[in-house]
Protein backbone atom coordinates (compact mmCIF):
# COMPACT_ATOMS: atom_id res chain seq x y z
CA UNK A 1 0.00 0.00 0.00
CA UNK A 2 1.68 3.29 -0.72
CA UNK A 3 1.77 6.01 1.21
CA UNK A 4 2.45 9.53 1.91
CA UNK A 5 2.76 11.51 4.94
CA UNK A 6 3.35 15.02 5.26
CA UNK A 7 4.40 16.90 8.81
CA UNK A 8 6.08 19.76 9.31
CA UNK A 9 3.90 22.51 8.89
CA UNK A 10 2.32 25.00 11.43
CA UNK A 11 1.70 28.73 12.05
CA UNK A 12 4.50 30.88 11.65
CA UNK A 13 5.65 34.72 11.38
CA UNK A 14 6.19 36.54 7.99
CA UNK A 15 10.10 36.55 7.42
CA UNK A 16 10.17 32.80 9.19
CA UNK A 17 10.92 29.53 7.83
CA UNK A 18 9.61 25.73 8.23
CA UNK A 19 10.85 23.02 6.43
CA UNK A 20 8.24 20.58 5.58
CA UNK A 21 9.29 16.29 5.11
CA UNK A 22 7.18 13.87 3.19
CA UNK A 23 7.68 10.20 4.40
CA UNK A 24 7.10 7.81 1.25
CA UNK A 25 6.28 3.79 1.76
CA UNK A 26 5.14 1.25 -0.99
CA UNK A 27 7.18 2.65 -4.24
CA UNK A 28 10.91 2.25 -4.96
CA UNK A 29 11.62 5.61 -4.01
CA UNK A 30 14.70 6.23 -5.82
CA UNK A 31 12.65 5.28 -9.08
CA UNK A 32 10.06 8.28 -8.15
CA UNK A 33 9.79 11.38 -9.33
CA UNK A 34 8.53 13.56 -5.97
CA UNK A 35 6.40 17.17 -6.09
CA UNK A 36 4.75 19.49 -3.67
CA UNK A 37 1.48 21.29 -4.35
CA UNK A 38 -0.31 24.22 -2.72
CA UNK A 39 -4.00 25.08 -2.20
CA UNK A 40 -5.45 27.95 -0.28
CA UNK A 41 -8.76 28.43 0.27
CA UNK A 42 -10.86 29.32 -2.47
CA UNK A 43 -8.15 29.18 -5.06
CA UNK A 44 -7.11 25.69 -7.39
CA UNK A 45 -4.39 23.66 -6.20
CA UNK A 46 -1.03 24.86 -7.58
CA UNK A 47 2.46 23.65 -8.66
CA UNK A 48 5.12 24.36 -5.56
CA UNK A 49 8.21 22.88 -6.69
CA UNK A 50 9.31 19.42 -8.09
CA UNK A 51 12.67 17.01 -7.76
CA UNK A 52 13.48 14.24 -10.22
CA UNK A 53 14.84 10.82 -9.49
CA UNK A 54 18.32 11.21 -8.30
CA UNK A 55 17.84 14.57 -7.05
CA UNK A 56 19.46 16.41 -9.89
CA UNK A 57 16.35 18.23 -11.90
CA UNK A 58 14.43 20.44 -9.75
CA UNK A 59 11.70 23.34 -10.84
CA UNK A 60 9.90 25.75 -8.97
CA UNK A 61 7.06 28.22 -9.34
CA UNK A 62 8.04 31.38 -10.12
CA UNK A 63 6.33 32.81 -6.46
CA UNK A 64 8.72 30.66 -4.43
CA UNK A 65 12.45 30.73 -6.23
CA UNK A 66 14.61 32.16 -4.48
CA UNK A 67 13.15 30.93 -0.59
CA UNK A 68 11.68 27.57 -1.27
CA UNK A 69 14.71 24.43 -2.00
CA UNK A 70 13.38 21.24 -2.42
CA UNK A 71 15.53 17.91 -1.59
CA UNK A 72 15.20 14.21 -1.64
CA UNK A 73 17.22 11.74 0.75
CA UNK A 74 17.21 8.53 -1.10
CA UNK A 75 18.50 6.60 2.05
CA UNK A 76 15.43 7.89 4.29
CA UNK A 77 12.65 7.59 1.54
CA UNK A 78 11.65 11.40 2.22
CA UNK A 79 11.41 14.19 0.59
CA UNK A 80 11.90 18.13 1.84
CA UNK A 81 10.52 21.10 1.11
CA UNK A 82 12.91 24.27 3.04
CA UNK A 83 10.58 27.09 2.95
CA UNK A 84 12.24 30.73 3.91
CA UNK A 85 10.97 33.86 3.91
CA UNK A 86 7.56 32.97 4.32
CA UNK A 87 5.20 35.74 3.11
CA UNK A 88 1.50 35.72 3.87
CA UNK A 89 0.53 34.40 0.48
CA UNK A 90 2.56 31.31 0.98
CA UNK A 91 -0.44 30.12 3.27
CA UNK A 92 -2.40 26.77 2.03
CA UNK A 93 -2.23 23.31 2.29
CA UNK A 94 0.94 21.99 1.32
CA UNK A 95 0.22 18.29 -0.38
CA UNK A 96 3.59 16.45 -1.29
CA UNK A 97 2.78 14.00 -4.42
CA UNK A 98 4.86 10.73 -5.89
CA UNK A 99 4.66 9.08 -9.08
CA UNK A 100 6.95 6.09 -10.69
CA UNK A 101 7.48 6.01 -14.32
CA UNK A 102 10.20 5.31 -17.02
CA UNK A 103 11.14 8.73 -17.20
CA UNK A 104 14.77 9.75 -17.48
CA UNK A 105 16.57 10.07 -13.69
CA UNK A 106 16.89 13.58 -15.03
CA UNK A 107 13.81 14.51 -15.53
CA UNK A 108 11.09 16.76 -13.42
CA UNK A 109 7.46 16.56 -13.14
CA UNK A 110 5.80 19.84 -12.58
CA UNK A 111 1.91 18.62 -13.86
CA UNK A 112 -0.52 17.60 -10.97
CA UNK A 113 -1.72 15.22 -13.81
CA UNK A 114 1.62 13.59 -13.74
CA UNK A 115 1.32 12.73 -10.15
CA UNK A 116 -0.45 9.22 -8.89
CA UNK A 117 -0.02 9.00 -5.37
CA UNK A 118 -0.83 12.20 -3.04
CA UNK A 119 -0.07 12.71 0.79
CA UNK A 120 -3.17 14.04 3.08
CA UNK A 121 -1.37 17.90 3.43
CA UNK A 122 -0.30 20.02 6.16
CA UNK A 123 -1.56 23.35 6.87
CA UNK A 124 0.60 25.94 6.73
CA UNK A 125 -0.02 29.60 8.29
CA UNK A 126 1.98 32.57 8.00
CA UNK A 127 0.77 35.62 9.46
CA UNK A 128 1.86 39.21 8.56
Known amino acids: QVQLEESGGGLVQAGGSLRLSCAVS????????LGWFRQAPGKDREFVAA????????NYADSVKGRFTISRDNAKNTMYLQMNSLKPEDTAVYYC?????????????????????WGQGTQVTVSS
Open 51 to 58: ISKNGGGT
Open 97 to 117: AADSSYAGSFYVAVGAYEYNY
Open 26 to 33: GLTFSRCE
